[in-house]
């Protein structure tokens, strides 16, 4: 403004000076003149700032005269500000980044509980899609009417359990709302179906075993009070060898039971390390002299094992899984059935360990529960013959821990064929094995 004035000015001095020299019309020519110049160059300038205007991220035209002073401040402020703007974008980016990042899932939630936003984690765990669901009542996505509780609470001291799906595809989150900024809410997710289940599977085998447990500790302590109650003379010799025979099968059971319960515990806190390879021949040798010493000549034994054929591995699980196979033929198969026992090497490469009997076999639908720990067909039965209800467990964990599977086909009234396969990768010859593991590896 002061630029314009003294411009103004100027040209007024100068008309004056051309007036008294030149007459009067010169002086106020040389004015107007002079006006007209500084309205044209201001209008030049404005048309500069008007193209700025559209591009405003650059700095604004040089030399623009009086508007140097009013555009040099608002180019400055906006500058400043884009950058405040961009470091705003960084940091939210940054949370955006570390909310996705989150292993739990996080949603927010407008004062109207529809979605506003919502992290990777609590998309899978609700089964939303943001481009569908955003804008949508949270209470529409979620519909159980323990939600629709949770959710119309006024606060929320603690978290709610909740189980979605059915079935096998049946997954328990744990929800937590809390409000936040003006109205809104904030709700973390967390599955915790696996914890639940291992919970669950705690419990259940804690009660097995102390289940299992009971019964032989309920017969021997009734055997031994009878014992000492009594005087010695009133019970006949017979009878006495009779309890002293009871007692020590029950004795055996729950030693059986202990010895499973190590080897599982002992799979389950070892490391799963690749193993060396061990040659299974001799193994499945000593295992068949325990199964026909349980089968005292009454079954028949038809075996083709190869001597060749080695497994990376590691022997003892090996045997305990070799052993449980072929002892269950026995206990399973009456008096006159034929336990064939086969270990060969397949046309693909992979190897195949195989017990079959013409045992009472397995009803069809109970087969997959087989390898569940505790699990028997017939509980009496099994007990009778010294079975813990463990042996397939620890078989097919074996079979696990060395990448093989466990096939079992059986019929019931005509046997049952079990099968470890091993991958071609864990199978390897003799000639690899170190010499003391030709040698049978001792059971778990
Ligand atoms: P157990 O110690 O009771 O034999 P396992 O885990 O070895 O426990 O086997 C689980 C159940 O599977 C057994 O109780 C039995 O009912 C059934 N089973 C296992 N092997 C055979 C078999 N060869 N023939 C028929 N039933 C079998």
């Avoid at 623009?64 to 555009?71: H, Q, V």
């Avoid at 904030?186 to 291992?198: A, N």
């Avoid at 055996?252 to 799963?272: F, G, I, K, Y």
Wanted: glycine share 6%; net charge neutral; with cysteine.
């Amino acid at each position: 403004m002061s630029k314009t004035i003294v411009s103004i000015a100027l040209w007024a001095l100068g008309g004056w000076l051309l007036g008294a020299w030149l007459g009067a019309a010169t002086g106020w020519a040389v004015f107007a003149l002079g006006l007209l110049i500084m309205v044209l160059v201001s209008g030049l300038q404005l048309s500069r700032i008007a193209r700025w205007v559209h591009h405003i991220d650059e700095p604004p035209p040089p030399s623009i005269g009086p508007w140097d002073e009013i555009l040099a401040p608002i180019y400055r402020k906006l500058k400043q500000n884009r950058l405040d703007l961009k470091e705003r974008n960084r940091n939210f980016q940054r949370a955006l980044l570390a909310a996705e990042a989150l292993p739990d899932g996080a949603l927010t939630l407008a004062p109207d509980k529809s979605l506003l936003w919502c992290n990777q984690t609590a998309a899978s765990h609700l089964g939303l899609d943001l481009s569908r669901d955003r804008g949508h009542s949270i209470l529409n996505i979620i519909r159980t009417p323990e939600f629709a509780r949770y959710a119309h609470q006024d606060h929320w001291d603690k978290p709610l359990t909740l189980h979605l799906g059915r079935g096998l595809h049946m997954r328990t989150l744990l929800l937590h709302m809390t409000p936040y900024a003006v109205g809104q809410f904030l709700m973390v997710t967390r599955d915790i179906t696996q914890i639940e289940r291992l919970e669950s599977t705690r419990k259940d085998f804690v009660a097995n075993v102390s289940h299992e447990m009971r019964t032989p500790l309920t017969v021997l302590s009734g055997f031994i009070e009878t014992l000492l109650d009594l005087p010695d003379d009133a019970i006949p010799l017979d009878q006495r060898r009779r309890y002293l025979h009871l007692m020590e099968q029950q004795a055996h059971n729950m030693q059986a039971l202990v010895s499973d319960l190590l080897t599982l515990s002992a799979l389950e806190s070892s490391p799963n390390g690749q193993g060396e390879p061990v040659v299974l021949a001799p193994l499945i040798r000593t295992a068949l002299t325990q199964a026909q010493a349980i089968s005292k000549d009454r079954h028949l034994f038809d075996v083709q094992i190869s001597d060749t054929l080695a497994i990376i591995g590691q022997a003892s699980e090996l045997s305990s899984a070799i052993s449980n196979l072929l002892t269950n033929a026995v206990r399973y198969t009456p008096a006159g059935g034929t336990i064939r026992v086969r270990w060969a090497l397949l046309p693909d490469g992979q190897a195949s360990y195989q017990v079959a009997d013409t045992g009472i076999g397995i009803d069809y639908a109970l087969i997959p529960r087989l390898t569940e720990r505790f699990f028997r067909v017939d509980r009496g039965r099994s007990r009778a013959s010294g079975g813990t209800g463990l042996g397939l467990a620890i078989t097919k964990h074996v079979a696990l821990r060395h990448q093989a599977s466990l096939d079992i086909d059986s019929t019931p009234g005509e046997g049952s064929t079990f099968t470890i396969r091993f991958p071609a990768s864990r199978v390897c010859d003799a000639s690899a094995a170190p010499p003391q593991s030709k040698q049978a590896a001792q059971a778990l």
